[in-house]
């Protein structure tokens, strides 16, 4: 497997390496460490200085990991020039950190993470905390689409959980609640509704699991009625997973500003490591 670290060498992220590191001793996989140099020149600095200082910096860094890792430096906008990086170079799984696009309209400007979904369609890991342990607490937040079940199959197949793994669907409220109340309908027949949908939605948790776990029984299934935001992270307060994993659609610029996106709103919050998995993730090489 060849993992992608995209670093921006700021010290509040400085687990990103270390996590990416830990990942690539884990998978056996090969890792590249990759910094984006902007082509403004601050204080005076010529570009080439830049690039050197930054290409030193990185080496630095890296010094103390093994297995060793390759380090790229490149020029240009960070999110276009890692979306281009991980084509490429193939990448398989992309490691960053927490970040903030600095623009008068953020939710037009795509930022790395949405620029990777969107142009490759690779699986990217957030990484907000030194790497201390390894991923002992696991929470799967989906809703039995294809980037659900592709997230299901990678977490699995990474072998991330140790000690055990929450299984959450973030449903919205049963349907036809509102209406049926507002015709008349009795309380006491609403919520037989309301049961008996719960019920069958369950049952349908239960066998997209069968379709798509090799081991469906681990999981522990908590029914979180509520809007998917809010829901999925009043859970994972409950929880306090150490790794939260998220299906995401590659939606486009546009598509995401009029309807927003579940997946980013989520690791925008999330206090914990949030990892983001489009459908059609493949991964190659050793992963157990």
């Excluded at 990474?158 to 008349?184: C, D, K, N, R």
């Excluded at 009029?258 to 190659?284: F, I, K, Q, R, W």
Aim: charged share 25%; proline share 6%; hydrophobic share 45%.
């Amino acid at each position: 497997m060849k993992l992608l670290c995209a670093t921006d060498l700021q010290p509040r992220n400085g687990g990103v390496i270390a996590r990416a590191a830990w990942l690539a001793r884990k998978l056996e996989g090969e890792l590249t460490v990759l910094h984006v140099v902007p082509p403004e020149e601050p204080r005076g600095l010529a570009l080439e200085q830049r690039v050197w200082r930054a290409d030193a910096h990185l080496r630095a860094r890296v010094a103390n990991e093994t297995p060793k890792p390759q380090v790229r430096v490149r020029v240009g906008q960070a999110a276009r020039r890692v979306a281009e990086f991980v084509a490429e170079s193939d990448a398989d799984f992309v490691v960053v950190g927490p970040h903030s696009v600095t623009s008068e309209l953020p939710s037009i400007r795509r930022g790395i993470t949405e620029r990777v979904l969107d142009d490759t369609r690779r699986p990217v890991l957030i990484v907000r905390h030194e790497p201390e342990f390894e991923y002992g607490r696991v929470m799967l937040a989906l809703d039995l689409s294809d980037e659900s079940a592709a997230a299901l199959r990678l977490t699995e197949s990474l072998a991330f959980a140790g000690e055990e793994i929450t299984f959450v669907v973030h449903a919205y409220h049963p349907p036809y609640e509102g209406m049926m109340a507002s015709v008349g309908v009795g309380f006491d027949k609403i919520d037989t509704h309301a049961e008996a949908w719960r019920r069958e939605f369950a049952t349908g948790v239960r066998e997209f699991l069968r379709r798509h776990s090799k081991d469906p029984w681990r999981y522990r299934l908590i029914m979180a009625e509520d809007r998917p935001v809010p829901g999925i992270l009043a859970v994972a307060a409950q929880v306090q997973p150490d790794l939260l994993v998220l299906g995401a659609r590659a939606q486009g610029t546009l598509l995401r500003t009029l309807l927003g996106s579940v997946g980013h709103e989520v690791a925008d919050s999330a206090a914990c490591d949030v990892l983001l998995v489009p459908s059609g993730t493949v991964t190659t090489g050793k992963v157990a």
